[in-house]
């Protein structure tokens, strides 16, 4: 076991992940949970999640099994370290603001068409609300207070971009 891995955003995403399920996941298990779930609102590199998995098991985060013939998947659970680690990161508030990271809003900055910004990027926000709300209204009864909070948080963060795109094409 190695001498306490220092842990980072993309560590509680996948002990976070992986005590929402409570079992076992692979690394492409993780990558599945993460493009349906946390992957609207955070970016993960594949690299780091596929190489998370192992660090965190090292420093007693996690458990980890290895399949015993044929592909010799690594299986991964969160051990009671893991869910101390991930339970005291979900009382500590962030001490930072969200970053923008818009590359619509980057051309704009750079002199980019505000009109042909505004329309392309507004129709890439409702596509997002679209799938959104059909989630909310395909899960909204069988997903957690929590999850669901999250997933208005998105809906209305991408309406706002509407409107704010929708502004941008007004003052042209």
Known sequence: MQADPRLTPTSYIVLG???LISGEATPYDLKQMLAGSV?????????ALYAEPERLA??????????????????????????AAVDAWRRQMPTETAQLRDPGVLKLFFGGDPAALAAHQTSLHEAKLAGYEALRAQLADRMPAAQLRALEVGIAFERAMIAIWADVRAAG
């Open 58 to 83: 090292a420093g007693g985060y996690l458990s980890e099994r290895r399949e015993e013939s044929g592909r010799r998947r690594r299986f991964y659970a969160i051990t009671d370290e893991g869910r």
């Open 17 to 19: 992940l992986l005590d």
């Open 39 to 47: 992957g609207n609102f955070w970016t993960v590199q594949h690299s």
